[in-house]
Every structure is written in C-alpha cells, then in structure tokens.
C-alpha cells in the first residue's frame, strides 16, 4: 500500500553542519509530495513542496527534489542553526483527499 | 489572515465518555482534515471535509466521526473512548484539498483519557 519511509532519528548534528534526511515514497499514480515542520507543542508547518518530477521545493535555506525514477524527497540544507531543531515529516498527496506521512525525523542541532 | 484554530487545547476524560473537538479553518478555506498523532502510529489520516461533505475516511472505528459546518467550521466527536485514543488530534484546512495543494494545520487538541 501506500507508505513514507523517512531515515530513523534522531539526528543530532553541530551548528552549521549539513543536513540531509532521506525520504522514499510508494505511492499509485502520480503523487505531491511535501516537507513538513512540527516544533514543540506546535502543529505542523509546511516547509516546502514539489508537485511533478524533477521539480525542487526550497524555502529557508531548506531544499528538496522531486525524483521520480527514485522514488525519493530527500530534505537537505547546507547550514543548520539551533533554532532548525525540530521533528521532520515527509508527506504526499496522490488524489484521495488525504496526506500520508512518514514517521518523523527528530533533529538536534547542539551550538 | 488568522490560521487554522483548534479548541480546546488540552483535555481530559475518562474512558467510556465522549468528546468533540472543534476547528475553525483559514477563512476562504473550505477543505478541512483531520488527523490523530502518536507517538507509536505517528500521523494517520481520519477524514476529510468538502462543503459539508465528507469525501474520505481513514480505517478507524465507527466511534469516530465528524461533520462540517456551512461556515466550513468541523467539528469531530469519539465516543466511549478508549486509553489508546490519547493523542493529538491535529486539524488541517486547505482551499480544495485536492492532493496538489498545501494543508495548514493547527496547534492540535492534546486528548488524554484516564
């Protein structure tokens, strides 16, 4: 069936380190995919999103493709700061009214 | 404009009881989802809301159900509840809701059930 399959957490990593957390989908048809943010207490919060192949979501400083022959949406940012730390959702849409989304990624970033 | 708002915010009951959680979307939204959060299933989806009508349901139990409202407001209300429906209840409220298009979620309703 339909399924996310993010990287396991949690991540912690240094200030100003790379970030990338892996994200597969299996999914019918022809899906959206989408980065989601929670931070403590907090709902979810769209961070980014592409809707066909080869297409790149990118917002701050945050950055994701679409590859379709992969199967994949990997979340990637070149500097993170302390204030990124957060649990991480890939999600997507295929035309049932409805998001699925992986299990999270907790990240730490420690100054 | 004023985001997605989810009352209450925290509540307790004990099980048996029934709840009803409430949610006003973006205004102009029209789309309204919900989903259960926790920490074992992680975000499963429960339903979704068009004008006042429902278009997909997630696999959970009947004691769980919701409406929408013409305002385009939703309401969502489990009864006998069970220990295992503690959980955030987070709301999601879009312009169409058709795949392609962003979801806004709120704060979420933190539900405990002693």
């Known amino acids: 069936g339909d399924s996310v399959t993010q990287m396991e957490g949690p991540v912690t990593l240094s200030e100003e380190a790379f970030l990338t957390i892996n994200c597969t989908y299996t999914a019918t048809g022809y899906p959206s995919l989408f980065w989601y943010v929670q931070y403590p207490g907090e709902g979810l919060q769209l961070l980014l999103k592409a809707t066909k192949a080869d297409d790149k979501g990118s917002n701050k400083g945050f950055e994701a493709t679409y590859r379709k022959e992969t199967t994949s949406f990997h979340l990637e940012k070149g500097s993170v700061q302390v204030s990124d730390s957060a649990v991480y959702f890939c999600a997507f849409g295929a035309g049932s009214y409805q998001l699925t989304f992986g299990k999270g990624t907790k990240l730490s970033v420690i100054p | 404009k004023a985001g997605v708002t989810q009352t209450p915010r925290y509540l307790i009951k004990t099980r048996g009881q029934q709840v009803t959680l409430s949610c006003s979307p973006i205004s102009g939204h029209r789309s309204v989802s919900w989903y259960q959060q926790t920490p074992g299933q992680g975000l499963q989806f429960l339903f979704e809301?068009?004008?006042?009508?429902?278009?997909n349901k997630g696999n959970f139990p009947g004691r769980f159900s919701g409406r929408q409202f013409s305002n385009s407001r939703s309401e969502m209300n489990v009864s006998t509840l069970e220990l295992g429906d503690s959980a955030l209840y987070l709301c999601?409220?879009?312009?169409?809701?058709?795949?392609?298009?962003?979801?806004?979620f709120g704060p979420g309703t933190r539900l405990t059930v002693t």
């Open positions: 809301y068009f004008s006042e009508t429902q278009r």
């Open positions: 999601a409220s879009s312009t169409t809701g058709g795949s392609s298009y962003e979801q806004y």
